[in-house]
């Protein structure tokens, strides 16, 4: 039986507030920002992995980005050597 739409709509709400409370624990976590240009707007916010590996951390996860990272360093205890908070911008600037 398929859930109406506004109970559908209730279930993407309540799971995008849960992985936004997450990313927004790992952006605290690596400084509250990024570490580039400062900026600090959620949205645009994202995990570079210093030692270009993030291709390896993916398959780690399950070939999933986003949330399933994030988890993983929560896991870990947000290790702070090799991991920092870049905008899309800055990240992508850098290749």
Known sequence: MMADPAQKQAIYTKRRA???????????????????????????LTVEHKNGDGGAHRKRTNGYGGIATYLDL???GFPQGPYEVLCFNCNHARY
């Open 18 to 44: 849960w992985r936004m409370r997450i990313k927004q624990e790992f952006v605290d976590a690596y400084g509250g920002g990024c570490a580039c240009c400062g900026e600090h707007r959620l949205p645009f």
């Open 74 to 76: 929560k896991k870990q």
